[in-house]
């Protein structure tokens, strides 16, 4: 039997290990491109190919408040990608059709979202938990202004994390630099329908491992999640895994932990084909009027989910994509990585693997499974944490988190 405090390491590893595993095939949509761009799916770590076929990251807007003494640039060297107010994009959209809809660029300048990137290093995402973790070590406990100002610090003097900046990020800074309170900077997911995404999970899973109590963990993890995602799907994705999370770090019976979280979701109304054909039907997302994006992302089926039956009743090449989309939604992404965990039985390597082959938004999906995955394992490969770039920062990061004295062991 593990400590609470080895699980809790066991789960830091899992989501940086779940984070580069998927970082070459993120945003993938299309699962036949992965087979053809990775000799038939991805087995370990790998670099980023160029180009990416399904990439739409160059022409993503970004306009803060450039007349602001607040800083405003979290482009940097990657700015040539994006299109903002204060440089200039040199790289032209064409119009193709795509599994998204969405306008992209002639393929020799699809750029990957992680471009420049090597096998084995985290993302944006990871290294923003790393600023979490950093930050409560630093202060002796978790400290929300703390943060943000060092989230804020990190995003406009760091350049050497890779490209893709979420959407949730962007927003921030245009709120941010038009004068808003950094505590009360974040973009409403009725306003943004992706703000309701895997990525404003991450962090409020991560900040709920320092609290023996889960109900405080709770409370805590969601104003935490409100500083960069202000989104109902995410506080009620939260109110799910959060417990689930909590007691696979306590050694509760892990299969029968992750079949009682299911049974709290409800499915999507519209199925993930369904979601992606309406996309390009309207030729691309943003195209889709704000308040029929926001039902189409809280319309729910009635009855609970079943996942023992769901498994019994479908084949996982019909599950992902057809019935789940592969998104970075929530109501799809949270059952989506519930279901691949327990099809494979838990598997560490197998289920991050099964995650990352399944395409889309990976690499998110893949933090929250290597947080639940890594929970419920007895060991971690020494090779998988070894294989990870920055293992030795890792190590002390990871280490100092642990033994921060907010986590009661007792």
């Keep these: 039997m593990l400590t609470r405090q080895e699980r809790i390491r066991n789960a830091l590893w899992g989501l940086f290990i779940g984070d580069a595993l998927a970082m070459p095939a993120h945003w993938y949509y299309n699962l036949e491109n992965i087979k053809k761009d990775f000799n038939g799916g991805v087995r370990g770590y790998e670099d980023p190919p160029h180009p990416h076929p399904e990439s739409f990251m160059v022409g993503m807007d970004y306009f803060p408040n450039t007349h602001t003494k607040r800083p405003f640039d979290i482009t940097g060297r990657h700015s040539r990608f994006y299109n903002t107010n204060y440089s200039e994009m040199k790289i032209n959209l064409a119009s193709h059709e795509t599994e998204h809809g969405n306008t992209v660029p002639e393929l020799n300048e699809r750029y990957h979202y992680h471009h420049g990137l090597k096998a084995g290093e985290n993302t944006l995402g990871a290294h923003l938990v790393r600023v979490l973790m950093r930050s409560v070590v630093q202060n002796e406990g978790y400290n929300d202004t703390q943060f943000i100002n060092n989230f804020i610090d990190y995003m406009t003097t760091d350049q050497s994390h890779d490209p893709y900046t979420e959407i949730y990020i962007r927003r921030f800074f245009e709120h941010y630099t038009n004068g808003a309170d950094p ?56 109110s799910v895994l959060l417990p689930l999370l909590h007691e696979l770090t306590t050694d509760a019976p892990a299969l029968d932990t992750f079949y009682s979280a299911a049974s709290k979701l409800h499915l999507p109304a519209v199925e993930g084909e369904a979601l992606f054909a309406l996309y390009r039907q309207h030729k691309g997302p943003g195209n889709i009027p704000k308040e029929m994006m926001f039902r189409l992302h809280t319309a729910f089926q009635q009855e609970a989910f079943d996942l023992k039956t769901f498994m019994a009743e479908h084949q996982e090449s019909d599950v992902v994509r057809t019935i789940l989309a592969n998104a970075c939604y929530t109501e799809h992404g949270v059952p989506l990585l519930l279901y691949l965990a327990v099809q494979h039985d838990l598997k560490f390597k197998e289920a991050l693997l099964a995650n990352v082959n399944a395409g889309g938004d990976n690499v998110h999906r893949g933090m929250i499974m290597g947080l639940l995955l890594g929970a419920s ?25 642990v033994q921060s004295n907010m986590i009661n062991l007792f």
């Design 183 to 238: 505590l009360n900077a974040a973009e409403l997911q009725s306003k943004t329908w992706s703000i309701g995404s895997h990525g404003g999970l991450i962090r409020p899973l991560v900040l709920s491992l320092l609290y023996d109590d889960p109900v405080q963990a709770l409370g805590i993890a969601i104003e935490h999640q409100n500083l960069t995602h202000r989104s109902q799907n995410v506080a009620s994705s939260l």
């Design 377 to 401: 394992a007895t060991t971690i490969d020494d090779d998988l944490k070894k294989g990870l770039r920055d293992y030795e920062m890792l190590n002390q990061e990871i280490e100092a988190f």
